[in-house]
C-alpha cells in the first residue's frame, strides 16, 4: 500500500493505462500543463492542451474514440459539461445504437464537481443523475484515492463512453492505494462497512458523512451498513438490494439535489424489488434543489452530514 | 486527360447524379404514397456530393448529415441497403436503426453520420487527429450545411483543426436554406468560404450546380490537404430545390428565386454540356438513365420485400 491523493491517484492511472496501450491519449484545458510529467513520457501528441471549448474536445474525443484511440479528456468542472452535452449525449452515447452498432466510443470525459472550494454553481453542480439518464453512457463517481485508480483504469479500458466525476472535496485526502496492477470493475459497489440494522447508501464525498454516522450509531447500539455505489451506471442493484434484505431499512446519502437524483432510482428499485424486507420507508438525504451557494456555511448548509444521516436512522429504527 | 478517360469519368459523374436523384424521388414519392416516412432530400445539389465524393481515394474517410444519400450513393453504397434503411427495415446498413436520417456506412468509410446540425462538425476532428496519429494518408471529407456553419461548433471546429494539422476537408454545401429559413435571414455574407481566412486556412467557393467544376476543386483541395496535412474549407454554392423534408409544399419559397435555379439543374446542364462537346452520346445518357430506373425500381422492392428488425433489436447495440 502506498498512501497518495486522489490527484495523484488519476495520474497514475493515466501513466500506466498510457504506457500499457499506446491508442490512449488525454486531453483538454490545461492538461498538458497540469500532467506535465505525462508530456515528458508520452509527448506532445498524446498529451495535449486545448482551446478552452468543451464542445469541440468532446466532439474530437467521440470522433477519435470511434476511429481506434482511446482518449481521456477533461472538462475541468462539471457545469461546463453542458458545452459538451450534444457531443457526449447525442454523439458518443447514442451514435453506436442508431448505427446499428457499427461504432464503439471508449472515451473517459473528467469533470469535477462538488462543495469544497466556494467556487459556486457555474463550478459546483453535482450533475452527474443527467448522464445516469441518458441512454449510452457509464456514469462513475469514486469516493477514495483506491478507487479513483482502479475505476479510471477500468473505464479508461471500457468499450464504451464512460462520464467519470472527481468530487473535489476529495482530490487532495491521501488514502491508501494498493501497489501494483489495481483495476476496480464498473458496475461493482463496494460495502466499506458492514452493518445489520439500516443500509446507508450513497457515493463520492458523502460515503464518508455514512461511515461517520455509522461510527456514531454504533455507539449507541444501531449497527449500519454503507454501500458506496462507486458506479452510477450501470448500477449494482444486487449489491444494494442484498443489503436492504438483510437490514430492512434504507437512507439514501448524496449530494446532489434531490429531485430526480440517483437516490430516487435507487428507492424506487428498492420498493419495487425489495418491498417486502422494508420495516419503514427507504429515506433520502439530499442537497436541495437550488444552485450550490459559495459563501462557506451556505455551501456546507448544502451538504448532507453525518448529523443528519445519524438523525434520520434514529427516526428510522425508532430509537 | 485523353478522350477515352475524360468520357469514363464524365460518364460516372453524370451516372452518379442520376442515381441520387432518381433514388430521393422514389423516397419522396414512397412517402407522398403513404409507403416511407419523411426524408429530406437534395435534390437539386447532386453535383456537390457526386463531385466531391469522387474526387476521393477509397481510404478516405466521409462525414455527412441529415442530406447524406448524395454522399453515400457516390461513395457506392448499395441503393437496397439503403432505401431498407429508410423504410426501417432490418437490411438496411444500421439494420433498420437510423431510419433515413443517419445513415453510416463503415465499410465505406461513410462514418458516424449524424442529424444533429453540427454533430458531423464536431466529430470531424476526432477522426482527423486518428488518421493523423495513425500516420495515414487519408482526408477526411465533412459535409455540412449553411446552417452549420451559423453554429459555434463550426469557429471550434475548423480552429482545432486548422491548429492541430488536422487532415480535414470541410464541404460547406451552401443550399441558400436552413430548413425553412433563408440562408440571407441567418447571416450578412453570402459565402461560407471567406471564415477561413480567419484560421489560416485555404477557403474556395465552387459553383456547387455544375460537377465538374466541383470535382476539380474538390481534388485540388484534397491534393493540397495530402500534400500538406492541414485542412481546407471548399464552399459549393447550389440550391434545394425540393422542401427541407418530405412533405414540404415550399409556400415559403420565393417561386422566382426557385425557377431561377431550377433552370440551372445540375443534371440537365451537365447533359447539355456533354452532349454539345459530344464526350458522350444521347444513346449513351439515356441507356444510364434506364439502368438507374432497373435499380432504383429493384432497390424499391427489395427494400419493401425486406423484414423489419425483430422486437429484440429494440434493446440491443447500447453498449459496446
Ligand atoms: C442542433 C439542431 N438544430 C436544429 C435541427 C433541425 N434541423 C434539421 S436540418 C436543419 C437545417 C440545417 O440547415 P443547413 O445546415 O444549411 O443544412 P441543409 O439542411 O440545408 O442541408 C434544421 C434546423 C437539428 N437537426 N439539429
Ligand atoms: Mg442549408
New interface residues.
Partial sequence: MSTITAHEAIGQALAEEMRRDSTV?AFGEGVATKRHELVEEFGR?RV?N??L?E??I????????????R?VIDLLFAPFICFAM??IV??AGK????????????MVTLAMTGAGWGVGAQHNHNNEAWFVHS??L?VVMPSNPADFKGLLKASIRD??PVVFFLDIGLLYVPGEVPEGEHVVPLGKAAIPREGSDVTLISYGKTVHACLAAAKTLEGEGISAEVVDLRTLKPLDEEAFLASVRKTGRAVVVHEASRTCGVGAEVAATIAEKSFASLAGPVVRIAGPDVPAPSSYPLEQAFVPSAAQIVTSVRGLVGK | MDMESRRESARALFQSMVLIRAFEERAAAAQAEGKAPGTCTSVGQEASAAGVVKALSSNDLILTNHRSAGHLLARGADPGRMMAEVLGKATGYCKGKSGTLHISVKELGVILTSTIVGGELSLATGVGLSVSMQGSDAVVACFFGDGAACEGIFHESLNLASLWNLPVLYVCENNQWQAFVHRKETMLADHISPRAASYGMDGVTVDGNDVEAVNEAARVAIAKIRETRKPFLLETYTYRTRGHYEPDDQTYVDPEELASWKARDPIASYKKKLLAAGTVSEADLAAIQREVETTIDGAFLFASESPYPAAEELLTDVYA
Wanted: proline content about 10%; hydrophobic content about 35%; overall charge neutral.
Fill in positions: 491519449i501528441a495535449r486545448t482551446p471549448a464542445g469541440i468532446a466532439g474530437t474525443a467521440a470522433g477519435a474514440a470511434a476511429t481506434g484511440l482518449p450534444d457531443e447525442n454523439s451514435l453506436r445504437y442508431m448505427s446499428g452498432g457499427q461504432f464503439s466510443f471508449p441512454p449510452g457509464k468499450d464504451n
